[in-house]
């Protein structure tokens, strides 16, 4: 299940529109905040850990070449 807001669904409206590639995100820190806290994907409220930028590299890998990184 996807967290909806203005700005997510605006992302997601564009992305279908325009035909692009969506690297989903929002799903990965929203299924990624059930087990983790977010002091563990960001400092200061809006900088990413390295954790959080090794899970967004990932996921991008995964999604724009459709091979996982190990």
Known sequence: MR??????????KLAKEFKAELVPFDQL???????????????EVVHLEDQ???MMAKLWIKSVLGSPLR
């Open 52 to 54: 959080g930028h090794a």
């Open 3 to 12: 967290r909806s807001g203005p700005k997510i669904d605006a992302v997601h």
């Open 29 to 43: 820190f929203a299924a990624a905040l059930k087990t983790q806290s977010v002091t563990e994907q960001v400092s």
